[in-house]
């Protein structure tokens, strides 16, 4: 299905500084990721590392993507750090976790990327989703076609991306996606699915996802 904001209806599209700055040899589909309500259970301002949990089968989708050579980058708002709930190092050990968690899998993260600020107390900044600081900011430094790639997360800020860079969005809903997100996602073409598993077998063309 050719969806709004797919790469085939968006080829005029003016590339962004950071798709100016990549090799158009070297350049690769990647899958950008949320985190929290995506890859593991949002608990709403995580703090304590101990607490990170996956969400089912997020390491078997998460692996579908390493085995299809696809770089997996995760793209997170972390507004917790501008309201002082936790610290950049709160972060940091969660991050560590989360790739050990996986990596007991047989799974991997190639890359994480997050956003620290909160524009009511820290000011505006280009990183927040759904602007595409971190996403610029990816492509530049793993040389990726944003165009070629997809942007899965359970809310609309994480999907709209994809729309600027003609890429193809998926939300996967989760216990906290607003109706109103999933609402504007099929108005726009987004395609929604209800897992992540979904998700990654739609994006590599699978019947199922095997379970390891």
Known sequence: MTQAGGHEENVGLPETP??????RTLRRRAVFLDRDGTLIVDRHYLKDAAQLELLPDVAN???????????????SNQSGIARGLLTEDDYRRQRERLDDLL???????????????????TGP?????PDIGMFEQAIVEHQLDAAASFFIGDKLRDVLPAQRYGG??????????????????QAAGFEVVSSLTE???????????PEL
């Open 61 to 75: 989708a998460v692996r579908a993507f390493n085995y299809s050579l696809v770089p997996v980058i995760v793209a």
């Open 168 to 185: 193809r969005g998926m939300l996967v809903t989760s216990a906290s996606t607003p109706r109103e997100d999933v609402e504007a996602a």
């Open 199 to 209: 998700a990654a077998a739609l994006a590599l063309g699978l019947s199922h996802i």
């Open 103 to 121: 990596e007991e899998r047989s799974a991997f993260v190639d890359d994480h990327y997050h956003c620290p600020h909160l524009p009511e107390i």
């Open 18 to 23: 950071a798709q100016r700055r990549t090799s």
């Open 125 to 129: 900044c280009e990183c927040r989703k």
